[in-house]
Structure formats: C-alpha cells, structure tokens
C-alpha cells in the first residue's frame, strides 16, 4: 500500500553537478513511473521552484550544491513537504568533509589522514596525497599529487571552490563503495578505474570503469565494509539511502573517503547497480526510497 501517490522528482540544480543530476532524475521519475507514481519532473535551475499543489512527497535527485547540503531540505521543511533523504542537518554534515571526518574521528571509524588548509595554508602532510573541495561531489577539484611540482596547481585548483581544501593522505590499494538503503546494506562494489584512478570521465563515461559487485573479497572483509558503512550511515544520523566510499589498503585496513548522501542513479552508478545485485529492481529501488519520505 503506497503512502504517496502523486510525487515530484527535483532534478539539475545550480551546482557543477547539474548535468548528472538531470540523467539522475530523469531514471528516477522513469523508475518511480513503472512503480505506478504519478510523476511531475520538475528542472531546478537556481534556489527557488514551484511544485503542483497536489504533490504529495518529492524526491530529492539534486547532487552537490543546494541539493545535498541541506538547503533544498529546509526549504521543503519550511513547506512541511515530505521528501526523500537525509534531514538538513545530516546532508550538511555529509556534504561537508570537514564537518564529517570530525565525526568520523570522533566515532572512532577509521579514515585517512587529513588536514584543512586556507588559501595561505602549508601542507605537513608527506607526499602522495589528495587534495579536494570540502563541499564538491563528482570529484570536481579532486586531484592526486605525487610530485611537489604538482602541488600548487592542484591545491589552486581545489582552493577556488570553496575557500579551503582538504588535503588527505594518500590510500593505495582498492576502490570499494558500499550503499545503505533503510535499514539494509547493500553487497559491496570494487570499482577498477582506468590507473587506479576514479575521476570524473572514470565515473560518467561508459566502458571506462568496471564495478565489480559483489566485490571479490573475503567474507571477512565484506561484513567489515558493510558494518562500517552503516555506522558511518548512523553517526552522520543519516537516513532513506546514502553511499560510503572506501579504500583498502595492501594490508587489508579500510579506509572512509565519504558517505554520498544523494549518491547518483544514471546508468553508470553504483547504487542502483548494487541494488540490483541484492535483488531490487529499479522501479521497486526508487520505490522504496520514494516510501521512506519524511519530516525532520
């Protein structure tokens, strides 16, 4: 028995993200169609949007700016509009690296090295490491310096995003991620991106990387991924679906990147991917999800 009936799907938004973000709504309303929704899609362009006076819950397909830190929540708030996802003050501790790595310390899940620089910081960290917008998704201003050569247009180009980067040791080893959706932890994902690397082209062009899932780990491994998933899930009081991201390293630790709030749901993503694996087709994923919305 359906809860909603006539929903809206937000899609594109003003952020980087803007492009996924409509291939990532469009399968949604797609999917929630098939589910026997009556869908309105509706185009975000800047903060402000209408929805149809009958619309009974929306579905929050924004990455990145407004869509993932909270803003678009407390407008729906404001409207007392049930929606899909994390509240306000969950997106904005997911989005925000700073503010989620200190959760992460905090609540003794294990990720990398890091440090917040300003525009006139100097890194202590030892080489290889990442340096990254606190606040950017799709791996916009993400990039992976070995050689102090690389440095200063690498730390200039993440700086212009949002006034400060984070500078992370370097992980080598294996690309996993793991999705959450409710209460159920999906099968894990190894991601192999073309030099170990996953970029934007690596995540959005097809044929560039290949999702291995489930990934080929021991048993062992896989429960440890998906019990961490979900504390990182938990400890950023998260709640509807998110993806975590990991390394692993050659000796077998893992390793938190981020938890993706709003993760992507295109024909290349992981989620989704995930889902299908554990058994959930797509219309019945983006119902599902479509059924857990609410209020803070």
């Not at 291939?23 to 185009?43: F, K, M, N, P």
């Not at 102090?148 to 200039?156: I, V």
């Not at 409710?182 to 290949?210: C, H, M, N």
Request: glycine share 10%; charged share 25%.
């Amino acid at each position: 028995m359906k809860r909603f009936h006539r929903v809206a799907v937000l899609k594109g938004g003003p952020s980087t993200e803007r492009s996924i973000s409509l291939q990532s709504g469009a399968a949604v309303a797609r999917g929630l169609a098939q589910a026997g929704y009556a869908v309105t899609e509706i185009d975000v362009t800047d903060r402000t949007f209408e929805l149809p006076p009958d619309v009974e819950g929306v579905f929050v397909a924004l990455h990145g700016e407004f869509g993932e830190d909270g803003q678009v929540q407390s407008l729906l708030e404001q409207r007392r509009i049930p929606y899909t996802g994390s509240g306000p003050a969950a997106s904005l501790l997911s989005v925000d690296k700073r503010l989620s790595k200190a959760v992460f310390v905090k609540a003794g899940i294990p990720t990398a090295a890091f440090e917040v620089l300003g525009p006139h910081g100097r890194r202590t960290l030892p080489l290889p490491v990442v340096v990254k917008p606190p606040c950017q998704g799709s791996t916009y201003g993400v990039h992976r310096v070995k050689a102090e050569s690389e440095w200063p247009a690498a730390f200039a180009d993440a700086l212009r995003y949002d006034g400060e980067v984070l500078v992370e040791a370097f992980i080598a080893g294996r690309e996993l991620t793991c999705g959450v959706v409710g209460d159920q932890v999906l099968p894990v994902t190894e991601i192999l991106a073309p030099d170990g690397w996953y970029d934007f082209t690596a995540k959005y062009e097809k044929g560039q990387s290949r999702h291995l899932c489930p990934a080929p780990l021991d048993e062992a491994t896989t429960r440890r991924c998906q019990s961490i998933a979900l504390r990182v899930f938990k400890s950023l009081d998260c709640r509807g679906l998110g993806r975590v991201d990991f390394r692993l390293s050659p000796e077998g630790e893992l390793f938190v990147l981020e938890l993706n709030n709003i993760p992507g749901f295109t024909d290349t993503s992981l989620l989704p991917e995930a889902a299908q694996v554990a058994g959930i087709a797509f219309p019945d994923l983006c119902a599902r999800i479509m059924e857990m919305a609410t209020l803070d």
